[in-house]
């Protein structure tokens, strides 16, 4: 009903040459099971942009769910702040298969947030006179130099949280917050994996972290996706 | 005998005081935290979004909603905060996070610091680094003095691609404890008692001043 529907009709609104963003920090709040069925979709897409803190590292992940993703040729360009831990996407970079646009976590984060929040740029000082600045407006104010970050924005987002109500208000526990909460805010359209789905009024309306306007889709976990 | 990397990081552990807000990069950075003194209460921010006191455990099968940039549960969550990335970044990048103690491949007498690329090799990660050197007051690097190949690792002017410039505030290597700024470059401020002012001049590529103050360390366990 609503809003609930399968992991298959989620994914089903990726197509060829979209952006895509997928939150999680490593292994805290990753959603692995939309993770899972995109890379089932392999063979099929192509020329996707991912959007994602860590390439979805598997970081000691045995289903290594970023690697995959990365394996099958469908992703043309990661925007990340840490890919250390998935080799298959450091080989395809330097194979020049793979196109990396590296970027300070905060930096990244922040060009998420303002993307969701209809901010056409803003100004940071991380990254002055470093390799960052390459290529990038830096605008002195009050004696200070800043950089000119844009915001960065997906076609689809996939996200996760701990419970969802059937309106699509989400409640996420502790570091799985991360980038969800406002990849959220940056597609046109966000599907949420929760390990939880409940009826309208049993979050406390203060807890939520995600509010039902800013998700389209949601998913019901599958436990075995979350056992290492 | 304790390597190099225990020796800095109980020197690091010592000088954190009671009440710190501090946030510890990968590297000797994250073998810190056992070596302070149980009476002190120091805050850990983390970069994914917790600011905690307490201790840190290995993640356990299947729940992965407390676990930290280094896949380690945070506890003690009563006295904590959990926040999205980019609040905890407003609070990195705003100066609110006092301290950061971070891994370097170089640091120079002008403060820079480089830590996130060696030239000619993709980069793997830049991580929180980047925030952390333009938001936080204090910078303390922690490295060893040389590379593997013996190459001082504090020089005059940074060769590798840069991570901020001038934000290092000091550096802590097995030789001794420096402080560095854009004006005065580095000056020795403390030094470990096995290795004499000429020995540590010896291996950094750079001027150093000597304080008039100059210390010898004790960290409460033996050297060798």
Request: hydrophobic fraction near 40%; charged fraction near 20%.
């Amino acid at each position: 009903m609503g809003k609930i529907t399968t992991f298959e009709e989620a994914i089903d609104h990726i197509q060829s040459g979209m952006t895509v963003m997928i939150g999680g920090f490593f292994l805290a709040g990753c959603p692995f099971g939309l993770v899972k069925e995109l890379t089932r979709r392999g063979g099929k897409l192509e020329n996707i942009s991912l959007i994602s803190n860590d390439a979805a590292s598997e970081f000691k992940m045995p289903h290594a769910y970023g690697n995959e993703l990365i394996a099958t040729g469908m992703v043309k360009k990661v925007t990340c702040a840490f890919i250390g831990h998935n080799h298959v996407a450091m080989k395809k970079i330097a194979d020049g298969e793979l196109e990396l646009e590296m970027q300070p976590m905060g930096t990244f984060a922040e060009r998420i947030r303002i993307g969701g929040a209809g901010i056409g740029g803003f100004l940071t000082p991380t990254g002055v006179g470093t390799p960052i600045a390459e290529g990038k407006p830096v605008i002195n104010v009050d004696g200070v130099d800043y950089i000119l970050e844009k915001p960065l924005k997906a076609d689809v987002a996939l996200i996760y949280g701990s419970v969802a109500d059937e309106n699509g208000n989400i409640y996420t526990t502790g570091v799985a917050r991360n980038f969800n909460v406002d990849m959220a805010t940056a597609a046109k359209y966000t599907v949420a994996e929760v390990r939880k789905i409940v009826k309208p009024g049993e979050i406390d309306p203060s807890m939520v972290t995600i509010p039902a306007p800013f998700i389209d889709a949601i998913v019901l976990a599958k436990e075995e996706d979350y056992l290492l | 005998m304790i390597s190099n990397r225990e020796r800095i990081a109980r020197k690091v552990a010592l000088d954190i005081q009671d009440g710190e807000f501090v946030n510890f990069g990968f590297g000797i950075p994250y073998s810190i935290p056992p070596y302070f003194d149980k009476s002190k209460k120091i805050f850990f921010q983390n970069e994914p979004g917790v600011v905690c006191f307490g201790t840190h455990t290995p993640a356990e099968n299947g729940y992965y909603e407390m676990l930290d940039a280094a896949n380690r549960y945070v506890c003690e969550l009563a006295r904590g905060a959990f926040m999205d990335t980019p609040t905890s970044f407003a609070m990195i990048r705003g100066g609110h996070i006092g301290k950061t103690v971070l891994g370097a491949l170089q640091v120079d007498s002008h403060a820079n610091i480089a830590n996130w690329k060696t030239p000619g090799m993709p980069a793997t990660a830049i991580g929180g680094a980047m925030d952390l050197c333009a938001g936080c007051p204090q910078v303390l690097v922690t490295m060893e003095s040389t590379t593997k190949t013996g190459a001082p690792k504090m020089v005059e002017t940074c060769s590798y691609p840069l991570t901020a410039v001038g934000r290092v505030t000091m550096v802590y290597t097995e030789l001794g404890v420096f402080t560095v700024n854009p004006k005065d470059g580095f000056t020795l401020i403390e030094r470990f008692p096995d290795y004499s002012v000429d020995q540590i001049l010896a291996k950094v590529d750079a001027p150093v001043a000597i304080s008039p103050d100059l210390k010898i360390i004790d960290i409460g366990v033996p050297l060798d």
